[in-house]
T-cell receptor, first 113, second 111 residues
Framework: ETGVTQSPTHLIKTRGQQVTLRCSSQ?????VSWYQQALGQGPQFIFQ???????GRGNFPPRFSGLQFPNYSSELNVNALELDDSALYLC????????????FGNGTRLTVT | KQEVTQIPAALSVPEGENLVLNCSFT??????LQWFRQDPGKGLTSLLL?????REQTSGRLNASLDKSSGRSTLYIAASQPGDSATYLC??????????FGDGTTLTVKP
């Protein structure tokens, strides 16, 4: 069984730039959720994709967008980066939308300077 | 709006002690509750998932309980070990795929 993998592990960007983070789901999982975790806080829900459609979104502005591909892998795109976007971005996969456990990757550490 | 609170924020215990971590939530309309462990700079490792119809789940030295009516869950760790040192997070899963996390309890088990 292949777990959730995220790339890259670390990234440094400049304010105003755009970034794309990638996530490969655990095998057999059709749902991907993205979270932002600031230092010392719990993860904040960004959005979820189920069978390539967005299935729920948290309180994040439209410059946070995503995609899910037919193989259930996913991308998180952030435009016009701000300093406050510096955080650990976590991807979680699951089977179905709400009743099965979330399985997380190790995250991408984004630093915006 | 669902709010999840974990108290205490930090806990330090000697090795071998039994301990309880607390999680409270404001909206009882949940699908399930999941406990995670997070090591510094790492992702989250799932420990236990309790469905809304269940009262508790056990895995090894861990036991999690759920009381929806009072909006509370506890994670009981028996015979704690230094390797248990980590941040423990609870998450409430609701419909529309949204999950709400607490800020975690950072546990230190001293040898």
């Amino acid at each position: 069984e292949t777990g959730v993998t995220q790339s890259p592990t670390h990234l440094i960007k400049t304010r105003g730039q755009q970034v794309t983070l990638r996530c490969s789901s655990q095998s057999g999982h059709n749902t991907v959720s993205w979270y932002q975790q600031a230092l010392g806080q719990g993860p904040q829900f960004i959005f979820q994709y189920y069978r390539e459609e967005e299935n729920g979104r948290g309180n994040f502005p439209p410059r946070f967008s995503g995609l899910q591909f037919p193989n259930y892998s996913s991308e998180l795109n952030v435009n016009a980066l701000e300093l406050d976007d510096s955080a650990l971005y976590l991807c979680a996969s699951s089977l179905g939308t709400s009743r099965s456990p979330l399985h997380f990757g190790n995250g991408t550490r984004l630093t915006v300077t | 709006k669902q709010e999840v609170t974990q108290i205490p924020a930090a806990l330090s215990v000697p090795e071998g002690e039994n301990l309880v971590l607390n999680c409270s939530f404001t909206d009882s309309a949940i699908y399930n509750l999941q406990w995670f462990r997070q090591d510094p700079g790492k992702g989250l490792t799932s420990l236990l998932l309790i469905q809304s119809s269940q009262r508790e789940q056990t895995s090894g030295r861990l036991n999690a309980s759920l009381d929806k009516s009072s909006g509370r869950s506890t994670l009981y760790i028996a015979a704690s070990q230094p390797g248990d040192s980590a941040t423990y997070l609870c998450a409430i899963h609701t419909n529309a795929g949204k999950s709400t996390f607490g800020d975690g309890t950072t546990l230190t088990v001293k040898p």
